[in-house]
């Protein structure tokens, strides 16, 4: 077990909004972004958390991230919208983009917004669930970093592209899909590789295209862009059926990116010939689907936990005890962690307080 | 290699139209059944094709499958609808359905509609590609008879649930992502039992819910219905993401049977307190978004282009020669199969051939 940190959820979400503001970024703008980071904490998608604020302030200084980005709907009809984002904080613009599909879906059964000239946005999942409280289903995905080698190939060319998929329930907890589309992200290579284990065949392949073990090897290839990567959902070739997970990933490249008309595959987080990074230009899709359009909600709702129970009443495997839904775990552990607070790596905890030094922002966690 | 019959896909389908309509299906209805059986065999789903023909045959004889359906639009909005298929064929109200929503999409940017009370529609991306000529993105999704085991369960719960997409591109062939939410269909493991081989771990379990190599034992247990089943995409458990593909089955029961009331989950193919089988009641999502509503579809066609040359001519994993993009082997199939032939199982031709003489239509194949 790594060192741990327990923090407040409230106070860690107070300090990334004065580290926004701090960095120029309008408080509204600044709230929704530690919002989205600090739901990841919470829901225990650390990879997904606070862990990434230096990479947000390292951003806004080096202007690849602009804190007043020139943010505009590019293209408009009652049911759809495009959204460029001017190279501003990926999670102000989700956010506006999904409450417009929102909107949309309640005046016209279904709402879908594209965004492109993004930046990183967060947790899937979070846009999704927004959709929940208006008794809606919601839908959220993004390209992102260049890390999943397609099927066959050598390199990585796509990236771990996430699915999220909210949809709202009667007593039962909401049904919230939220899932990259590789097999592991690239945070779980990293944790068996501080733990020196050998990670299992089928999570990644070595710099030839070949599956490994080794998750040091793979994580060295990237920072030296040697090749190899990540694995789609279903591993190597097409024993396990990687092709679909290869397919779903190119799927959400082309929804979130080429439809907007953002980078796509290997183009995102492009350079300078000198090698200086220019915006990421990361493109996203957001979609609402109302319930009523097809059923009246309250039927919905006690069908969908008819459906649940039914599941996770349903005989247990040798040696399984449970049968979860998807986002029940993060539900519980969002309980548990407002209640008992947040579990920090010791080290992430370290780079909050260096973060608050550099920038002088108040730490009092 | 099984011993196989060469037949031509003209000749095929006239004869499926014959039988459906010896069994009094109406002629259009009879035509579009008979087009996505042998679409299928044309594109190399066999287990979909005319392999099927005396499921269907069966099932209009048993009264399960109508001839004359009440199909009945029960509501409607300018962007969605959701269709009563009257317990008739899965294929007529399918392409009603997904061209509906294509009118939908053409007027007002997307369109959605759902159906219930339905049967087997045969491939989902028969559909979802029927987009492709209106320059639009088609979806399909069903559910399906019960063969999945969810994660940490001992029984099938859901069925191999596919998803569809199909997008315009335009020197490049289309992508067309058309893939059951299962790491195999049930028919792999028949091929694997013909064969006497053991299948890989990870595609299936035993009656205890735990991961098997025998094929046999898994069919033979579908039958008995002794427990165990399909793996979800990424195999047993969490190790290699398991939860993924059974969330992914889990969304697609969720959109295409609980969002139009139809029977969801295990409780598909009723029966009578006799064990006479009733109606399936499965049920459909069809989808259809307009790419003009976000950016003019010429940009759009090159930059899918451009993804899918700089997928396909990235280097490749030692000892793999071809990178794919998803639909492409089905359409060098197809094209190979319409000049030279559909290989049919000899089992299956004997059988179509048994159809004729049962129902005295002239097999002229």
């Known amino acids: 077990m790594e060192d741990k940190v327990i923090v407040q959820a409230k106070a860690l979400n107070a300090f990334c909004v004065n580290v926004f503001e701090k960095l120029d970024v309008p408080t509204a703008h600044a709230k929704v972004t530690a919002d989205v980071l600090v739901e990841a904490d919470l829901r225990g998608i650390d990879s997904h958390g606070v862990a990434r604020l230096r990479r947000y302030v390292k951003g806004l200084q080096d202007g690849v991230m602009l804190a007043h980005p020139k943010e505009k709907t590019v293209k408009e009809t009652a049911t759809t919208a495009l959204i460029d984002a001017g190279a501003g904080l990926g999670q ?3 956010d506006r983009a999904m409450k417009l599909s929102i909107e949309k879906a309640k005046k016209y059964g279904t709402g879908f917004v594209t965004v492109r000239n993004s930046n990183h946005y967060g947790i899937a999942g979070y846009y999704a669930m927004m959709a929940l409280k208006h008794d809606m289903i919601g839908m959220s995905m993004t390209n992102a970093d260049v890390l999943v080698v397609p099927t066959f190939g050598r390199h990585a060319v796509l990236g771990t592209n996430p699915i999220a998929v909210a949809v709202p329930t009667g007593q039962e907890r909401p049904f919230v899909l939220d899932m990259a589309t590789s097999t592991v992200p690239r945070g779980k290579l990293e944790v068996y590789d501080r733990l020196e284990k050998e990670v299992p065949l089928g999570w990644a392949t070595d710099e030839k295209g070949v ?6 090897r793979v994580l060295d290839n ?6 190899g990567g990540l694995l789609p959902l279903g591993g190597a070739g097409e024993l396990f059926s990687g092709h679909k997970g290869y397919g779903l990933a190119l799927l959400v490249d082309i929804l979130s990116a080429v439809l907007p008309g953002a980078a796509y595959a290997d183009t995102v987080y492009p350079k300078t010939p000198q090698g200086k990074p220019l915006p990421a230009n990361l493109g996203h899709f957001f979609g609402t689907n109302s319930v009523e359009a097809f059923r009246p909600i309250d039927g919905f709702k006690s069908t969908m936990d008819e459906l649940i129970c039914r599941l996770k009443n349903s005989p247990k495997a040798e040696e399984a005890t449970r049968i979860y839904i998807h986002g029940e775990k993060e539900y519980e552990e969002t309980e548990r962690r407002t209640k008992d607070g947040i579990p920090l790596d010791a080290k992430v905890e370290a780079d909050l307080r260096a973060i608050s030094r550099e920038l ?6």
Chains 1, 2 share one sequence.
């Open 92 to 94: 102000p613009v989700s």
């Open 360 to 365: 002088n922002v108040k730490y009092d966690l």
């Open 222 to 227: 990237f920072v030296a862009r040697r090749g």
């Open 211 to 216: 599956p490994t073990t080794d998750a040091h």
